[in-house]
């Protein structure tokens, strides 16, 4: 069983940065794929970024391209996404991935970029 937990979300204004953090428990994950997907009210959950195994290879949407960043501590088993330039239209609740067996998914953390 996998235990994903994401924090570093708050209220930003248009143009600043957040830095979001997953702790993964109950598994060491180096070796899955892990992810951060977003959900804006009334709209489905999208890809925002993933980063593979230990090779690290990592690959965006293109409304993250150029702005945000995504790594992974493999001895720590965490994963982060620097945020920058954040936009109001970056609003929304980010979830960490991972997956594993089966996909597993955060709680949440909300994104507020205000204009």
């Known amino acids: 069983q996998v235990q994903l937990v994401e924090s570093g979300g708050g209220l930003v204004q248009a143009g600043g940065s957040l830095r979001l953090s997953c702790a993964a428990s109950?598994?060491?994950?180096?070796?899955?794929?892990m992810g951060w997907f977003r959900q804006a009210p009334g709209k489905e959950r999208e890809f925002v970024a993933a980063i593979n195994n230990s090779a690290g290879r990592t690959q965006y949407a293109d409304s993250a391209k150029g702005r945000f960043t995504i790594s992974r501590e493999y001895a720590e088993n965490m994963m982060y996404l620097q945020m920058n330039n954040l936009k109001p239209e970056d609003t929304a609740v980010y979830y960490c991935?991972?997956?594993?067996?089966?996909?597993?998914w955060g709680q949440g953390t909300q994104v507020t970029v205000s204009s």
């Open positions: 991935n991972a997956r594993v067996d089966q996909n597993y």
């Open positions: 109950g598994r060491t994950l180096s070796n899955y794929r």
